[in-house]
């Protein structure tokens, strides 16, 4: 079946833009997943859905990072405001539950963002 | 909060020869455990992981790990390495009971030798 998708794969930006980030999750998985790779901070988790429970924002670095999942599937991170050091590869994942049991996360392919 | 330490962050290796990559993490409540390998300008893939019961888990590829609570250690394995096994791979835990959600290690970028 189908994976995990993301759009767009490459964004450049110029600072002080907004960007909007797509992430697909795979049919039927109720627990989405953000992170962030870039080369001075590693991987770092940014935030997660799961079904119609409050999203944990714990991981946003700042408050120009938001995320929304509409309708249970589909998500939109959005970067405000973008900052040289917003560049980064976003990756975005799934599971079929996030209830704390260890379940698989399966990942995107990631957006680079780059912001001039 | 927890931690998940690295030890290399480069591996080179012949092709043929054994591999391991050494994984250590910290937390102050039961966490499980995770291998995930990243193929250039590809996403992540899980490779293992434990969550209870025997502490030497088979993964994908043949890779093994191995839990040691005592040292807190998550080691990988693998005893004969190809070319296509050159990747970064990734060690993560999550909290149980907690989410799912992964902190990761630094990584370590292996690079198989002909």
């Known amino acids: 079946g189908a994976g995990v998708s993301q759009s767009p794969s490459n964004k450049v930006t110029e600072k002080g833009k907004d960007v909007e980030l797509r992430c697909d999750p795979i049919?039927?998985?109720?627990?989405l997943y953000w992170y962030r790779q870039s080369l001075g901070q590693g991987l770092e988790f940014l935030i997660y859905?799961?079904?119609?429970?409050?999203?944990?924002k714990s991981g946003l670095p700042s408050d120009r990072f938001s995320a929304e999942r509409t309708g249970g599937s589909v998500s939109t991170l959005t970067i405000q405001r973008t900052q040289q050091e917003d560049s980064a590869v976003y990756l975005c994942?799934?599971?079929?539950?996030?209830?704390?049991?260890?379940?698989?996360?399966?990942f995107g392919p990631g957006t680079r963002l780059t912001v001039l | 909060a927890q931690s998940v330490t690295q030890l290399d962050s480069q591996v080179p290796v012949f092709e043929e020869a054994p591999v391991e990559l050494r994984c250590n993490y910290s937390?102050?409540?039961?966490?499980?455990l995770f291998w995930y390998v990243q193929y250039p300008n590809q996403g992540l893939q899980l490779l293992l992981k434990?969550?209870?019961?025997?502490?030497l888990v088979k993964g994908i590829n043949g890779f093994e790990a191995e839990f040691n609570k005592s040292q807190t250690s998550f080691h990988l394995r693998k005893p004969s390495v190809h070319i296509s096994d050159t990747a970064e791979y990734f060690c993560?835990?999550?909290?149980?009971?907690?989410?799912?959600?992964?902190?990761f290690g630094g990584g370590t970028r292996v690079l198989v030798k002909p």
């Open positions: 993560a835990v999550s909290v149980k009971a907690a989410g799912n959600k992964l902190t």
């Open positions: 937390s102050s409540v039961s966490v499980y």
């Open positions: 994942a799934s599971s079929l539950w996030a209830s704390g049991s260890g379940d698989t996360q399966y």
């Open positions: 434990y969550l209870s019961g025997s502490t």
């Open positions: 859905f799961q079904g119609n429970s409050a999203p944990d």
């Open positions: 049919s039927g998985h109720t627990a």
